[in-house]
T-cell receptor, first 111, second 116 residues
Framework: AQTVTQSQPEMSVQEAETVTLSCTYD???????LFWYKQPPSRQMILVIR??????QNATENRFSVNFQKAAKSFSLKISDSQLGDTAMYFC????????FGAGTRLTVKP | EAQVTQNPRYLITVTGKKLTVTCSQN?????MSWYRQDPGLGLRQIYY???????DKGDVPEGYKVSRKEKRNFPLILESPSPNQTSLYFC???????????????FGAGSRLTVL
């Protein structure tokens, strides 16, 4: 079975600091895609970052970067210089033949 | 503006009263999908469609129906809603299939459904 696990239901960070959200997954496939989605209080699902499993280089989007460890099946999200607008639920997702989501991590950025 | 539009955004209904949540995308996407979001469970796939007239079950299809008669529309039908279908529902679409490079999902704004 293909599963996604986010072990941190809630996290908080001070504004301007760095925070890392954890995600592990389980699959026997070799080619797949990994995503982080952000869901602010508006409930809109917003793509943060995408990683292709066959690419060794970690994806980066401005203040957001990932640490992709394929052998360990780990895909963590690092948010640098946290801003109040980063407060949201963050979902890790994994896609082979369909998209599977983790349970989410609720991140609060404190002023 | 490229978008996925869901309606209604909020609905309160009673057990057994048939309802339809509409979903429409204006991006000529081939792949469309429905998810439900519940606390502690993340998003779970209900049904998906690779193209017109092609639909498949996801992880939690019981109690739901879908159709894909046109490329842009993918309605979710609850024939006889029950309280355990109270949830937040999302429609999403992507240009290509999940295992293609064009698989970034665009989500609708969500539909909050309450079944009494």
């Amino acid at each position: 079975a293909q599963t996604v696990t986010q072990s941190q239901p809630e996290m908080s960070v001070q504004e301007a600091e760095t925070v890392t959200l954890s995600c592990t997954y389980d699959t026997s496939e070799n080619n797949y895609y990994l995503f982080w989605y952000k869901q602010p209080p508006s409930r809109q699902m917003i793509l943060v970052i995408r990683q292709e499993a066959y690419k060794q280089q970690n994806a980066t989007e401005n203040r957001f970067s990932v640490n992709f460890q394929k052998a360990a099946k780990s895909f963590s999200l690092k948010i640098s210089d946290s801003q109040l607008g980063d407060t949201a639920m963050y979902f890790c997702a994994f896609m082979v033949d369909d998209m599977r989501f983790g349970a989410g991590t609720r991140l609060t950025v404190k002023p | 503006e490229a978008q996925v539009t869901q309606n209604p955004r909020y609905l309160i209904t009673v057990t057994g009263k048939k309802l339809t949540v509409t979903c429409s995308q204006n991006m000529n996407h081939e792949y469309m999908s429905w998810y439900r979001q519940d606390p502690g469970l993340g998003l779970r796939q209900i049904y998906y469609s690779m193209n017109v007239e092609v639909t498949d079950k996801g992880d939690v299809p019981e109690g739901y129906k879908v159709s894909r008669k046109e490329k842009r529309n993918f309605p979710l039908i609850l024939e006889s809603p029950s309280p355990n279908q109270t949830s937040l529902y999302f429609c999403a679409s992507s240009l290509g299939s999940p295992f293609s490079g064009a698989n970034v999902l665009t989500f609708g704004a969500g539909s909050r459904l309450t079944v009494l």
